[in-house]
């Protein structure tokens, strides 16, 4: 098997790279714009990843393609929200299950518990997981193995900067509702689980300091300057108490360009209020740094 990962990079995200054996897929949904597949694929340390694939119609292949991750407490169907928007103009969308949600869920586990070094081993296995992604669309004969991006929600952006730090083969990143500096968030977010830990921490005697080394490696600010030279999109909410503001403008001021940061009014379930404009947002994005296509000036 090869061993993947880049040069300098800590050995916690080098993996086997599996063999892409033919994967049985599923045919959920078929509609006048795409087809939804339903597939599992090899993972490292053996790990089976439920995922959906949606491949657009009406368009000639190779197909540019994203790859998903959802929110805290979401699941890999959560993209079917927005597949409509993507096949339209299309993308592929490849999204998968977080360590311990959807299809992973495991009763009594979960990402953001009190068991500390429990959760940094479910975000590497995710991030892992997510770089395996990769290599399914790399290898997908109706994919453009060249045209790969990454797009994250809360939770799933904190991942997705790691993800697109140490693998050269995404070409962009779009973060909705994004932040980093998990000190800060675990001191400010009004999360339920986050106060849990947050009460944890004090009740046991334990430094923020010494929680923030612990978790140093799947910190997002020590990533975010190797996503460059690959432009980074952030939508972020003005009156998000999850994702606090100020996590949000810590990564964007730590990474580098060619980057964007937009701010809606609004909390952090944004990605909800299509009237808002992220989906299409995100989409010019993709156009731009995809397909080459010029971003309309909007008034």
């Given amino acids: ?67 998903y991750l959802h929110y805290y407490r979401g699941r890999k169907e959560s993209v079917e929200l927005f597949i409509d928007d993507f096949s339209i103009r299309g993308y592929a969308i490849l999204s998968i299950d977080i360590e311990y949600h959807g299809e992973r869920k495991v009763e009594g586990k979960d990402i953001l518990s009190t068991d500390l070094a429990s959760d940094k ?31 994250g929600v809360s939770l799933g952006s904190l991942i997705r900067v790691v993800v697109c730090a140490v693998d050269e083969r995404v070409k962009t990143v779009v973060l909705v509702v994004g932040g980093g500096d998990m000190g800060v968030i675990v001191r400010k977010s009004s999360l339920d689980s986050i106060v849990n830990i947050r009460k944890f921490i004090k009740d046991n005697g334990i430094d923020l300091k010494d929680l923030e080394k612990m978790w140093s490696s799947i910190e997002p600010l020590r990533h975010v300057q190797k996503i460059f030279p690959r432009p980074l999109l952030m939508l972020n909410g003005t009156l998000d108490t999850i994702i606090p503001p100020e996590s949000s403008t810590r990564l964007f001021e730590k990474a580098r360009g060619p980057k964007r940061i937009k701010w809606y009014r609004g909390g952090h379930n944004i990605i909800g209020n299509r009237s808002l404009g992220l989906i299409e947002e995100a989409l010019s994005w993709f156009d731009l740094y995809l397909k080459g296509k010029k971003i309309p000036q909007r008034r």
């Fill in 121 to 151: 081993d479910a975000f590497i296995q995710t991030i892992i997981d997510s770089r395996t992604g990769l290599d399914l669309l790399e290898n997908h004969p109706l994919i453009d193995r060249e045209r790969l991006a990454l797009l």
């Fill in 1 to 67: 098997m090869e061993v993947v990962g880049l040069k300098g990079e800590t050995d916690l995200f080098f993996y086997e790279r599996p063999k892409m054996s033919p994967q049985k897929t599923l045919l959920m949904k078929e509609t006048d714009r795409y087809n939804l597949y339903k597939l599992r694929y090899e993972s490292t340390g053996c790990v089976e990843v439920p995922a959906l694939l949606s491949v657009p119609k009406n368009f000639p292949p190779p197909y540019p393609a994203l790859l």
